[in-house]
Structure formats: structure tokens, C-alpha cells
């Protein structure tokens, strides 16, 4: 007689764990996006919100070359109107914040 364990394969790649990781370990959206869309199984806890858009409050990381990356790059206090450039953008609840 055959054991059941004899007859099942091992699959590596289910025996792989998740890596450990956060928005915190990304510097942009796109780098936290590109690593969502590498792997939604495992890195869903960038989606918070699961709307498929991994850490939506990290910069962009798109054409803002240049733009300081800290909460102090000159968009904040501004209003919707003075708000804009390649370094600031309005976030609707939050105001103006840098991109």
C-alpha cells in the first residue's frame, strides 16, 4: 500500500513564505506598485484599501525629480488654486502635498 504522503509532490513554491515588508521599505508609489503587481498574493499588505493601488500616500516617483520627498517641500498651506507644479498636487481631505 501507498502512504497518500508517497503520491503528493512537493511544490516549492508553496512552501516559499511571504517576504516580510511595508510601504515603509519602498521610496515611491511605483517602486511599491511594481512590487504589488509582481506578486498581489504576497504583497497585499501594500493595498491597504484593495484598490490595487499599492501605498498610495508615497510620492509618486514619476517626472518629480528634484522634489523634496519630506512633508516640508513648500506644497503645504497652499490652496487648491496655488497648488501645482511637478513638486506639489492636490489630495482631496488632505490638501496640498508634495507628488
Do not use: F
Request: aromatic residues 4%; charged residues 20%.
Amino acid at each position: 500500500m501507498i502512504a497518500a504522503w508517497q503520491l503528493s509532490g512537493c511544490d516549492a513554491d508553496n512552501d516559499t513564505p511571504c517576504p516580510d515588508s511595508n510601504c515603509a521599505d519602498y521610496a515611491t508609489q511605483q517602486e511599491a506598485q511594481a512590487a504589488y503587481d509582481a506578486d498581489p498574493k504576497c504583497r497585499g499588505d501594500l493595498d491597504s484599501d484593495n484598490d490595487g493601488k499599492a501605498c498610495e500616500h508615497l510620492p509618486s516617483g514619476s517626472g518629480n525629480i528634484g522634489c523634496p520627498s519630506t512633508s516640508n517641500c513648500g506644497c503645504s498651506g497652499k490652496n487648491k488654486n496655488e497648488c501645482g507644479g511637478h513638486c506639489c498636487q492636490w489630495v482631496v481631505g488632505s490638501g496640498c502635498r508634495c507628488s
